[in-house]
C-alpha cells in the first residue's frame, strides 16, 4: 500500500511537522483534548508537575497544574493501564475489558476480592484505609522488595481485572467504585485493531518498529489478547498509509497527509512532559532532532547527563535542548540546557523563552 500521489517525495522534515501539529493542536476542553490525543500517560513525579498536567497544559485553554485530578469525576475518562499507565477515554476503555489478567488467583484470593467487592458497593466510593480497616488484610510484599499493604495490592489487581474503577483521587490517592461489568467484545480482531488505531492516534507517525513496540505494549491494557498482536500489526502494515524515508518505513492514521502545507509550525517555546506524545518515541525522537534524551529520574545522580527531570524544549519544529525547572520560595526556578551548548541567537528567541517561562508560572499558579 502506498500513499497519495504528491509533487514531491516526503521527506523527514514533513513527518516532524506532521508529528508536532497534529498533538499540537489548538488549545481545547479538556475532554476534548483528551479524546483528541488518545491516550495521555501519567507519571507520579511532580517536577515541577505530574506529566499528565505538562502534557495538557500545552493542549487545554487555561490550564492549570492538578485539574485533571480535579476535575477526572465528571468527565468522561477512565484511568487505567494501555499501552503504559494513564487516562484515556471511556470508549477505549470498554474495547479492553473484561480483562483477564496473566497472574492467576487463587480461589482464597478471589474470596478475598469478592467481599471486598461487596463492601465497596455498598460504601459507593472507598478509600484504601477503608478497605484495610475493615478487612485487616495485613501487610505484603510488593514488587520493589518492600512492604505494603495487602489491601492496596488487593484493590489494584481489582481494578487491573476490571472489578473496580478509579472514581476520583484525593491528595493523588486512589479512591475506587464498582465497575459495571459489560460482555467480551464480539469481534476481538476489530476490537485490537481499534486500539492499534488510537495508539497512532496518540504517537503518529512512527516507524515500523515503533508501532511494533507500542502495539506489544498492549499485552499491558488486553493481556486476553496476547496472542492476537502479531496479527494486529500484519493488519495495520496493509491497511494503514506509510512511506519509507531515510530507510525507515514510517505510519500514520488514515485520512492524514504528512506532507500538507497546513502543518506549520509557530514560534513558541515549549516545555515537554517526558513522555509527551512529541518526544515518547526515543527513536523517532533521534531520528527528528538528531540527538538521544533519555528520562533520568531513575538513574543515579552522578551518571545523569541532563538531570532527574529534564524536559526536552521545543522551539519551532526542533528540539533545541531541556530544562530542569523547580520551585523554590515561590518562585519557578528554571535551569536550560542547549544541545548546541548555547542558545539560539535567532530573533525572537529570548522572548519566546521567557514568554514559556511565565506560562508555567501561571500553570503552577505561581502567578499571585
Sequence with gaps: MSTASRTAPLALAHLRRHAIARTLFAPTTLGRAIQRLGFVQADP??????????????????????????????????????????????????????????????????????????????????????????????????????????????????????????????????????????????DPEAAIDALVDVVLQAYAPLPLRSMSELISHLRAGVPQWADLRQAALRRARERLPHATVDGLEWYWPAGENPASRRHATDDRLRLLAPFDPIVWDRRRFEAFWGWAYRFEAYTPAPQRIRGYYALPMLWRDRVIGWGNVSVREGQLQAELGYVDGQAPREAGFAAARDEELQRLSVFLGLDG
Design 45 to 186: 513525579i511532580r517536577a515541577p508537575a505530574r506529566a499528565q498536567d505538562l502534557t495538557l497544559r500545552h493542549r487545554v485553554v487555561d490550564y492549570r497544574a492538578g485539574e485533571l485530578e480535579r476535575r477526572y469525576a465528571r468527565l468522561p475518562i477512565e484511568e487505567d493501564f494501555f499501552v503504559n499507565y494513564g487516562f484515556l477515554p471511556r470508549d477505549t476503555h470498554r474495547l479492553m475489558h473484561p480483562r483477564t489478567a496473566r497472574t492467576v488467583w487463587t480461589k482464597a484470593r478471589w474470596k478475598q476480592a469478592d467481599a471486598v467487592l461487596d463492601f465497596v458497593r455498598h460504601r459507593g466510593v472507598v478509600h484504601p484505609r477503608e478497605v484495610d480497616a475493615h478487612f485487616q488484610h495485613g501487610k505484603t510484599r510488593n514488587w520493589f522488595g518492600g512492604s505494603s499493604n495487602a489491601s492496596t495490592q488487593l484493590l489494584d489487581g481489582m481494578h487491573y481485572r476490571g472489578l473496580l474503577r478509579i472514581a476520583r483521587r484525593e491528595g493523588g490517592v486512589r479512591l475506587y467504585a464498582a465497575r459495571d461489568v459489560h460482555a467480551a467484545a464480539a
